[in-house]
């Protein structure tokens, strides 16, 4: 499609149960970041790709959580163990070049640990 | 940290009611300032960006502002379907591998009605 995709939209684990969650840039665009969206909260930076460089994982919250790019597309965000406090919205967002000017976002997924 | 503050968090406005929302940053050296708007359970969606203090851009009854250490968001006459969170982001000069990084404020919820 045209837009970035999320999968799934909605997700309601159990606490300390693992979870993925994938995002489909748009073809072509060579940043894709990950931010999440907790209520009240701003966006906060997770992690950011750009082409075939080392991604920056300095927003990641803690060694629970990773992610991946394959072949410049596709990536998966994973967490492991959830716990309560990893409920948010997870969005992620891609760009041709990493200027914001580009920034195209996903609707996101909306991460429920019970 | 840098820090995007936005103001107020909430307004309300009457249909045909101008008003203005602010978003003052603290970044050392400011690459864009953006505006997005979000919808309830969408990812924000790109308005404008913004590069150097005295800049303005326009779109419809919209029109953001910039001096250097803040950002002003102009709505003129709105509609009810100007309502939405309207969020403000800086991109920074001085971050290294995180030159994409978008660092964003909390929001002002805007309610239009009729």
């Known amino acids: 499609g045209a837009g970035v995709s999320q999968s799934p939209s909605n997700k309601v684990t159990e606490k300390g149960k693992d979870v993925e969650l994938r995002c489909d840039p748009i073809?072509?665009?060579?940043?894709l970041y990950w931010y999440r969206q907790s209520l009240g909260q701003g966006l906060e930076f997770l992690i950011y790709f750009q082409g075939n460089s080392a991604p920056d994982k300095s927003g990641l919250p803690s060694d629970r959580f990773s992610a991946e790019r394959t072949g410049g597309s596709v990536s998966t965000l994973t967490i492991q163990r959830t716990q309560q406090e990893d409920s948010a919205v997870y969005l992620c967002?891609?760009?041709?070049?990493?200027?914001?000017?580009?920034?195209?976002f996903g609707s996101g997924t909306r991460l429920t640990v019970v | 940290e840098d820090q995007v503050t936005q103001s107020p968090e909430a307004l309300r406005l009457q249909e045909g009611e101008s008003s203005s929302l602010n978003c003052s940053y603290t970044?050392?050296?400011?690459?864009?300032l953006f505006w997005y708007r979000q919808d309830p359970g969408k990812g924000p969606e790109f308005l404008f960006t913004?590069?150097?203090a005295g800049e303005e851009k326009e779109k419809e009854r919209l029109k953001a502002t910039l001096t250097k250490k803040e950002s002003f968001l102009h709505i003129t006459a709105p509609k009810p379907e100007d309502s939405a969170t309207y969020l403000c982001?800086?991109?920074?000069?001085?971050?290294?591998?995180?030159?994409?990084?978008?660092?964003f404020g909390r929001g002002t919820q805007l309610t239009v009605w009729p």
């Open positions: 982001a800086v991109q920074a000069t001085d971050r290294g591998s995180t030159l994409g990084r978008l660092y």
């Open positions: 967002a891609s760009s041709p070049d990493g200027v914001g000017y580009g920034y195209t």
């Open positions: 073809s072509g665009h060579t940043a």
């Open positions: 913004l590069y150097s």
């Open positions: 970044v050392s050296g400011l690459r864009g």
